[in-house]
């Protein structure tokens, strides 16, 4: 997880340390959260119509490695990604997102929350990426503007209609938090000496904790890495302008399991374990194996804060919703045929189709063409179904591929096939008497 105050910057040309993409174990997902991406009218609408410069580079960056765009949700300068490994595709399932806004009179976008809900594997997961108020004074506003996100925020998931009622939450973004009472001085002198523990108990959020029971719901690692707000831009220096901010912990990553009782002084503070009545038989224990910042990145007048956590799962499913493969050899010089099978009943729509991907692809909507599925009737379980895919619309150069089947009601490719083949006409050869033809 990352989440950047960019402060309306263009992104650098090298995310590769931001994401930790030279770090072992690999990941499985990368959940992106980014604070005041340029949201000037002009650029703002040109972003509607086309992806923004941010969520190029990350797609650009991790499409080759295999990671796929699943959703994303932008409301004004707030923009929430979520990139998953094309194995897990079809096994994230009912994405739903959402936004509250908190800016001035409650009607401006500058501040508030965008969310991602989904289901993992079964288990319900949601992700909130948060602006809150500004400025030193401002504690009890900030307190205030995130619990009316965590109860305003609602999806149309029966079993998970509001943010909280989620087997797992991350909040996280510059939710602005100072270090209250300490002078400028001693604030750098323990940044230099390295004695950040001596700045822990004047840190808000912290302190806030002791006295809001929802807050207390919630997780967060030690502050071990140097506050990452206020920097000169393109200098590892805090603010040197006249107004010399204080430096401040303002960006932040929390999480929060679902608790079945409310949480004691003897809780893990590193580990807790879902306990959902009824869903013991499914547990799922998150641990954070790292919480810092990235201090390298200079665009912006916050450095980046990074959490790598890791989810140990009990599976509620395992079998995709579909099987789908490719028939026979493809090419561009005659209609393609391909198969598909629901192997489970789900909400299937006329309206939903299957995407030829060259591998590497970057998003649902990153397909070579697609074609719909049969539009008779919907199918039964298990039954066996045929379409042809037009040659007009295979890729002339060929190269590996694969197929992909899109629910629209779920949001989400539910299936995919292993990689294949598709020749090129280069590789083909043609008839003999249409080379002697050309011939004469």
């Not at 340390?17 to 072992?24: F, M």
């Not at 270090?179 to 950040?196: C, E, K, T």
């Not at 806030?208 to 919630?218: I, R």
């Not at 499913?317 to 099978?341: C, K, M, R």
């Amino acid at each position: 997880m990352v989440t950047w105050n960019v402060a309306t910057a263009e992104p650098p040309e090298d995310v590769i340390s931001l994401l930790q993409l030279d770090v072992q174990p690999p990941t499985d997902l990368y959940v992106i959260g980014l604070q005041e991406v340029n949201a000037a009218p002009v650029r703002f609408f040109s972003d509607l119509l086309v992806e923004d410069s941010w969520s190029h580079v990350f797609m650009n960056t991790l499409a080759p490695r295999g990671f796929v765009k699943v959703t994303s949700i932008r409301m004004q300068g707030l923009l929430l990604l979520l990139f998953a490994k094309q194995i897990h595709l079809p096994y994230i399932r009912n994405i739903q997102t959402t936004y509250t806004r908190t800016g001035i009179f409650g009607y401006w976008g500058n501040k508030g929350g965008v969310s991602v809900r989904f289901s993992f594997y079964g288990h319900m997961v949601c992700f909130l990426n948060c602006h809150l108020a500004a400025h030193m004074n401002y504690a009890l506003q900030r307190v205030d503007e995130f619990e009316y996100i965590l109860e305003t925020q609602d999806f149309d998931i029966s079993d998970t209609p509001h943010v909280l009622d989620h087997k797992v939450v991350f909040c996280f973004g510059d939710l602005n938090f100072r270090i209250a009472d300490h002078g400028l001085h001693f604030l750098r002198s323990s940044i230099n000496s390295g004695r950040l523990n001596l700045l822990w108990n004047k840190d808000q959020l912290i302190m806030m904790k002791k006295n809001e029971p929802f807050l207390q719901e919630f997780e967060e690692g030690s502050l071990n890495f140097k506050p990452t707000y206020k920097f000169d831009r393109n200098s590892d220096t805090y603010d040197t302008s006249g107004k010399k901010r204080k430096p401040a912990w303002t960006d932040r990553i929390l999480w929060r399991i679902k608790p079945k009782a409310p949480p004691s002084e003897d809780d893990d503070e590193k580990a807790s374990t879902s306990s959902d009545d009824g869903l013991d038989e499914y547990p799922l224990l998150v641990t954070q194996d790292k919480y810092t910042s990235d201090m390298s990145y200079g665009v912006s007048d916050h450095k980046p804060v990074i959490a790598t956590f890791s989810l140990e799962l009990r599976k509620f499913f395992d079998t995709a919703l579909v099987h789908i493969s490719p028939e026979g050899v493809w090419s561009a010089d005659q209609n393609a045929l391909l198969n598909y099978t629901i192997q489970e009943d789900f909400m299937s729509s006329t309206w939903d189709w299957i995407g030829l991907y060259k591998v590497g692809f970057k998003s649902a909507s990153d397909y070579e063409t697609f074609v719909w599925v049969r539009e008779a009737e919907l199918p039964e379980i298990n039954e066996v179904i045929q379409i042809s895919m037009d040659k007009d619309e295979i890729p002339l150069l060929g190269g590996q591929y694969l197929l992909g089947y899109y629910s629209t009601n779920m949001q989400s490719i539910v299936g995919l096939s292993a990689d294949f083949q598709v020749t090129s006409l280069e590789d083909n050869p043609l008839p003999l008497y249409v080379k002697r033809l050309n011939l004469k």
